[in-house]
């Protein structure tokens, strides 16, 4: 069986970008595991890259004289206290309905940074669509539960108010997760991971030495392809079987470019 990933980019990132950045890690994983890109759905014009203003984001706009594939995108745009997440409903909106509309679903699902916060957040809908009921589609999930998430440099605190609720009854999720942290991540506390982490029943944290990326050298690739095939329905190893990604000094990266204020 080929199991179906989907992926969501960091802040200032895009399909194109994120894709070509993961293609060692693709690679390694050719056989077993078929990734799926997904756009974040805000366009973000410089005015926004510079953090000088919310009020020129545009939607799937168009640049004159740039490449639609170089385009900076982002989920959402955060204040200073990160209390209010401007865009994201709209955003949640058009995840909801390319899932909604997705004839093989996902087995799951890799996030990045915000794009690892948005991944969170959709994998705790799909398993409770109760928590946050603008989700659904008729009354209905737009998409089975999935099996597992993976988030990178991954966050849910501060959180939009209006998204409060979510985790406001201390019920923790049981989609099984798995964390990679940066030791040396300036970006994304290790504090700030633990919010995400902390809403997950059974959370499985992986460490590398590096900072705000994905970490992609040969013993990462290995440890992500075992990772995805232990989900795998015909492998005989289970996830809590999969060896940890031994030490290495270095590595290679998937980082964000650009602006990285208003995670």
Request: hydrophobic content about 40%; proline content about 8%; some cysteine.
């Amino acid at each position: 069986m080929t199991l179906r990933v989907l992926l969501f980019p960091g802040f200032t990132q895009n399909a194109t970008v994120f894709h070509q950045k993961f293609a060692a890690i693709e690679r390694t994983c050719a056989h077993s595991v078929e990734f799926v890109f997904l756009d974040p759905f805000h366009v973000m014009e410089p005015v926004t890259l510079q953090g000088e203003s919310l009020s020129q984001i545009s939607s799937n706009a168009s640049y004159e004289n740039d490449s639609p594939e170089l385009r900076p995108r982002a989920w959402w745009f955060a204040n200073d206290d990160k209390t209010v997440y401007r865009g994201h409903a709209e955003a949640f909106q058009y995840v909801r309905d390319f899932l909604a509309k997705t004839e093989v679903p996902f087995h799951g699902v890799l996030g990045f940074s915000q794009g690892a916060a948005m991944a969170a957040l959709i994998t705790v809908f799909l398993e409770r669509p109760d928590v946050f009921p603008s989700f659904l589609v008729d009354g209905k999930s737009p998409h089975p539960p999935l099996r597992f998430g993976v988030f990178v440099s991954g966050f849910v605190r501060p959180l939009d108010i209006s998204l409060s609720s979510v985790f406001s009854t201390g019920v923790k999720f049981s989609t099984p997760s798995l964390h990679v942290l940066g030791r040396n991540d300036v970006i994304v506390s290790t504090a700030r991971s633990k919010t995400l982490i902390d809403v997950f029943e059974s959370p499985r944290i992986e460490w590398h030495d590096g900072g705000h990326f994905v970490p992609s050298k040969a013993t990462w690739r290995q440890f992500f392809k075992n990772y995805f095939a232990s989900y795998d329905d015909e492998s005989s190893v289970r996830p809590p079987d999969v060896r940890s990604p031994a030490p290495e000094v270095g590595n290679s990266s998937v980082e964000a470019p650009g602006a990285t204020r208003n995670l």
